[in-house]
């Protein structure tokens, strides 16, 4: 079955810096590839998401880019501000049947 | 819209003890799922409805987990009896197409088993 894997585990950067977040999967059929934010106690909520038709996708701050033939995408988010500390989990999917998600990075954005 | 709506919120019963968790989607969405999160780590799905159907039901543990899901709308998950280790977030998800992208998940229950 499908497995994703998500890197860093946590992430510490100064507010109005980058943030980049990655995440490998494993099944080639895989053509859904979802992000959520998830606040502390909160449900997760999904932020961006990508199809494997595309390469990039851009919703003002926040990015996502797909590599198939390396099977991993990224978020990318420009700017960040003290709002934007959370766990982020990536999810990849087979025609959206099943989401496998990645273990989450804690993200801190230190003001 | 209202969200997908669970309840309890929270839940603290003795090992052995049975609970149960509800789940209402957004209305209108026909795909219905149930997730577990454990603490530090993704939702993991335990079961998938289109409709009223259990579709996808490999991961729920059948000998004390069970799940229905009556005119397909609201869902109740149960677990007979607790044990220690299931203590965790229990997130219900719903989506408004029948290949289940775009999932928007509940606020979940937070189950404590002692």
């Known amino acids: 079955g499908e497995n994703v894997e998500q890197h860093p585990s946590t992430l510490s950067v100064q507010e109005g810096d980058s943030a980049v977040i990655k995440c490998t999967y494993s099944d080639s059929a895989s053509n859904y590839f979802p992000w959520y934010k998830q606040e502390l106690g909160k449900r997760p909520q999904l932020i961006i998401d990508?199809?494997?038709?595309?390469g990039e996708k851009k919703d003002q701050r926040i990015a996502v880019t797909l590599n198939k033939t390396a099977k991993h995408f990224s978020l990318h988010i420009t700017e960040t501000q003290p709002e934007d500390s959370a766990v982020y989990f990536c999810?990849?999917?087979?025609?959206?049947?099943?989401?496998?998600f990645g273990a989450g990075t804690i993200l801190r954005v230190k003001s | 819209e209202a969200g997908v709506v669970q309840s309890p919120r929270y839940k603290i019963i003795e090992k052995k003890q049975p609970v149960a968790f509800w789940c209402n989607p957004i209305s209108g969405h026909n795909t219905l799922y149930w997730y577990l999160q454990n603490l530090g780590q993704g939702p993991e799905l335990l079961i998938r409805y289109e409709n009223e159907e259990a579709v996808d039901d490999s991961q729920l543990p059948k000998d004390r987990f069970s799940a229905e899901r009556l005119k397909g709308v609201d869902s109740t998950l149960k677990i007979q009896p607790a044990e220690l280790g299931d203590s965790a977030v229990y997130l219900c998800?719903?989506?408004?197409?029948?290949?289940?992208?775009?999932?928007?998940f509940g606020p979940g229950t937070r189950l404590l088993v002692l």
């Open positions: 990508i199809r494997s038709n595309v």
């Open positions: 999810a990849a999917s087979i025609s959206g049947n099943k989401l496998v």
């Open positions: 998800a719903s989506s408004p197409s029948p290949r289940g992208e775009t999932q928007y």
